[in-house]
């Protein structure tokens, strides 16, 4: 299991169900979820932009770990210019707690936003994306 429990700083839910964007970067959504293929287990990260419901970004891999959040931020960094004001939504796993993750989407402007602890409605926007 990914589970580690509380392990750095929860963010406040910014979000609060709203999941209407007017214009693209203003909220993005963001998860980890399990697959297997072939047998293998496998991990899928990608970042939703509220507008439009497109993927900014994504990462796979055999492990949920920092390096694929990581990896899944600098693709999306490339991609955009833009952050201010930027929401972004996760659940209170591990990888979005840790310190990290939380300066580098301070570096940027961006508003760290978490689903309240076991509401997986609160980053439905997501969920539902990966899960309906």
Excluded at 64 to 74: A, G, K, S, T
Excluded at 75 to 84: G, M, S, V
Excluded at 113 to 121: A, D, E, I, Q, V
Aim: charged share 25%.
């Amino acid at each position: 299991s990914s589970y580690k429990g509380q392990v750095g700083k929860i963010a406040d839910n910014h979000i609060k169900r709203d999941f209407e964007a007017t214009a693209p970067n203003q909220k993005w959504f963001t998860d980890v979820t399990e697959f297997n293929l072939r047998g293998e287990k496998l991990y899928l990260s990608p970042i939703l932009d509220a507008y439009g419901r497109y993927i900014v970004s994504y990462d796979v891999s055999r492990s949920p770990n920092l390096e694929q959040i990581n990896h899944m931020l600098n693709l999306a960094f490339k991609e955009n210019e833009y952050y201010e004001n930027l929401i972004f939504h996760s659940d209170q796993g591990w990888q979005y707690q840790h310190n990290s993750y939380q300066e580098r989407l301070k570096e940027k402007k961006i508003i760290q936003s978490m689903s309240r602890k076991g509401n997986s409605l609160d980053n439905g926007l997501m969920e539902c994306s990966m899960d309906c």
